[in-house]
């Protein structure tokens, strides 16, 4: 079928039509296409506009592409678009009755319905696999509920933490990300079927019936916006990105931590590489590719805003250059959640490095500053004051916070208030005692086991209510 034989004279190049085609992303949304025309059809038989006979003929044509494939189709330049090379294959199974197949719909509307059918699908598998991901990493922090570690800020030691506990910053992050793939889901889900071109149609359609049939939760009901809004697009690839942020500061971590200097992790040899020249090495490809494929899905949604920015209303041809980006970022997303779920589980964390680190450079001095504000009642920053200066003091004379006595801290109090402090020696010790600390931290969100346990189980019941 020629479209371009009723208004247009002459026959596009070569060129224009492979420029212009969409069919090496169309393949897609194929089963999508089906659907639709299933869809639609049906309403116009059950409203009564087109026949019974000539709908279960082109319903007979559509289930057995359904049944053939995609290679059944006749796909190159030739056809516009997935949609006239659908549409000609059941002219060609059942004649000119085919045609009725359209009435009442534009390709505007069809594509825009089949483009949220597909990603409806996309965004529940990734949903799935990011519970799955969670619930791996929960599984993973329950064997390391006291597993010390040091806690970093700019990247210098800081306070002591558990892996347990680090791994739950994990989760939180993600499971708003989840949040945010749900959210978004419900922006796709509404059906633009009916809107035709732009202005719906004379015929009596059914619109209602078309969206319950597809299983839409509602309709998108203006029809200028049905066929020309992709911010449930944009939507999606903003969350995804988010996302991919999450996954890439996990593998960031990974990288870091696996270094000789930190020695935190041994990541497993399956997702790492040696050197061509260096027989020594164990390099952490599949973290950096994935932190770097992070920018491909940032681009991807840069595209899209940038091809939307200054499109007016209704459908422009434009519209079609945001679907390839969309998939994309789609598809890399889901690859980047699935391979970093399975590194990271079986990523080793070294328990002796973990309290080694904890217990060498004072991250327990926070603590140390508490006790002299709860003993002593001195303002934290006078305590403040006292504790850096102390830490100071050791780290220049080569003293390990294990040796920290109260006198070694009196001599900087007596400097810097006139006053020693004479604080009780097991309080001190326990102070800079990093798994005492982070027994003590048993407030809400803190590492303390039993605040971390509850996390987890909270956790558990959150992914249990949406796996139902």
Not at 280 to 296: F, L, M, S, W, Y
Request: glycine share 4%.
């Amino acid at each position: 079928m020629n479209l371009r034989s009723g208004r247009l004279k002459g026959k596009m190049t070569s060129d224009a039509l492979k420029f212009t085609s969409s069919l090496d992303f169309d393949r897609r949304i194929f089963k999508a296409d089906i659907c639709c025309n299933q869809a639609h059809t049906t309403m116009l038989k059950e409203q009564g506009i087109i026949s019974s006979d000539d709908a279960y003929k082109i319903l007979g044509a559509l289930n057995q592409l359904n049944d053939e494939g995609i290679d059944a189709l006749q796909l190159d330049n030739s056809v516009e678009d997935i949609h006239m090379a659908l549409e000609n294959y059941v002219t060609y199974k059942i004649g000119e009755v085919a045609g009725f197949m359209h009435t009442g719909k534009s390709r505007n509307d069809q594509v825009a319905t089949d483009l949220r059918l597909v990603l409806k699908e996309e965004l529940e598998c990734i949903q799935s696999d990011l519970l799955k991901f969670i619930s791996s990493i929960l599984d993973m922090a329950e064997e390391h509920i006291n597993s010390i570690m040091v806690g970093y800020t700019h990247l210098q030691h800081a306070q002591p933490t558990t892996f347990a506990h680090h791994l739950l910053s994990y989760v939180y992050a993600l499971k708003r990300d989840y949040e945010r793939l749900k959210d978004a889901y419900k922006r796709v889900d509404m059906c633009p079927l009916g809107s035709a071109a732009l202005t719906t149609t004379s015929f009596p359609i059914n619109r209602e019936r078309v969206c319950e049939i597809l299983g839409f939760s509602r309709l998108l009901e203006n029809s200028i916006d049905g066929v020309s809004s992709r911010d449930f697009i944009s939507e999606t690839v903003s969350t995804l990105s988010i996302l991919c942020t999450s996954l890439s500061k996990i593998c960031e971590e990974l990288i870091i931590w696996s270094t000789y200097e930190f020695g935190l992790v041994e990541i497993a040899g399956e997702y790492s590489s040696t050197s061509s020249i260096m027989p020594q090495k164990k390099n952490p490809d599949v973290a950096e590719i994935a932190r770097a494929k992070t920018a491909g899905v940032y681009g991807d949604m840069v595209a899209i805003l940038t091809i939307l920015k200054s499109l007016p209303q209704s459908y422009n041809r434009d519209l079609q250059e945001v679907t390839p980006h969309l998939w994309c970022a789609v598809d890399n997303s889901h690859d980047l959640l699935n391979i970093i779920a399975d590194m990271l589980s079986s990523t080793e964390f070294k328990k002796e490095r973990g309290i080694q680190l904890a217990e060498a450079n004072f991250s327990t001095a926070t603590e140390l500053a508490d006790l002299i504000v709860k003993e002593k009642k001195l303002p934290f920053r006078t305590a403040h004051q006292i504790v850096g200066r102390t830490v100071s003091k050791a780290i220049d004379e080569g003293i390990k916070p294990s040796k920290i006595t109260s006198e070694y801290i009196d001599a900087v109090a007596h400097e810097l208030t006139g006053k020693n402090l004479k604080l009780n020696k097991e309080l001190i010790q326990n102070a800079l005692n990093p798994e005492k600390v982070v027994h003590s931290r048993t407030i809400i969100g803190g590492p303390a086991p039993e605040v971390v346990k509850e996390s987890i189980s909270q956790m558990r019941e959150f992914i249990n209510g949406e796996s139902r």
